[in-house]
């Protein structure tokens, strides 16, 4: 005699396979934006029981994804190095790295401070390029980070609406977002059908002021215009 199955016990691995991806993906998120986690923080960063976290971050730590410090802190490892750098130097982030490079650099010849490239994922903002400034006193440390679309001048480029034919990005500018001694300018790069990243300019607050705080919006303008065509080129030399 033939033995019914049913719906449930067909779908139950299936999804009992996907819960467990998601909780390996948070816990591997939430490692990366805050840079080391110890087995408790992780597991109360991603709101599950202690030995569901530990059991997942084994899985990274086997695979290469993690680390595990002497302190038992666990932190980014070869395996995640290797598969970020391999987006950040083929696909879509390839051409718009290659883009945004060269005025990443004339924006911290301009300004004297820091200067980054970030792209959106989901209701975050990413970094994925920097020239630092040269200055003793600079803003450093942000490429992979993630922050808040919602209430930082990054997000509100990465929200700005598509321009019309011939029209300038406007800058944004925030201090305090995100750090409270930080100004943030901002403007985004354009492509066909809307903002596909955000140039940013990042310095002491006290020192983006006045006539440096206009020079480096004039600057980042003119560099998210100049970044937005050399994309437009590159992608059409590439189609």
Same mark, same amino acid.
């Given at each position: 005699m033939q033995q019914e199955i049913s719906c449930t016990e067909i779908?139950?691995?299936p999804l009992h $396979? =996907? $819960?467990s991806a998601e909780r390996?993906? =948070?816990?591997l998120d939430a490692v990366i934006t805050n840079g080391e986690l110890s087995l408790t923080a992780a597991a109360a960063r991603t709101d599950m029981p202690a030995s569901t976290a530990l059991r997942h971050l084994r899985v990274l730590t086997d695979r290469g994804y993690l680390v595990k410090? $002497?302190?038992? =802190?666990? =932190?980014? #490892?070869?395996?995640?190095?290797?598969?970020?750098?391999a987006s950040l130097q083929s696909g879509p982030y390839a051409r718009l790295r290659s883009a945004a490079q060269p005025e990443l650099e004339r924006l911290v010849e301009a300004t004297e401070e820091s200067a980054y490239l970030a792209v959106r994922d989901g209701d975050a903002a990413v970094y994925i390029a920097t020239v630092e400034s040269r200055r003793a006193i600079r803003h450093v440390g942000w490429v992979g980070r993630s922050v808040p679309i919602d #209430?930082?001048?990054? #997000?509100?480029?990465?929200l700005a609406a598509p321009l019309g034919r011939g029209a $300038?990005?406007?800058?944004v500018f925030n201090t305090g977002a995100i750090e409270s001694d @930080?100004?943030? @300018?901002c403007a985004p790069v354009h492509g066909l059908e809307g903002p596909v990243a955000a140039l940013s300019v990042l310095g002491p607050a006290e020192r983006l002021v006045g006539t440096r705080l206009q020079t480096a919006a004039d600057a980042?303008?003119?560099a998210a215009v100049a970044t937005s065509a050399a994309l437009s080129s590159v992608e059409a030399f590439s189609a």
């Open positions: 779908t139950a691995a $396979r =996907s $819960r390996v993906l =948070s816990l410090d $002497r302190s038992a =802190s666990y =932190s980014v #490892g070869p395996a995640f190095v290797r598969t970020a750098l #209430g930082t001048a990054v #997000g509100a480029a990465l $300038r990005p406007a800058p @930080v100004t943030a @300018v980042v303008t003119e």
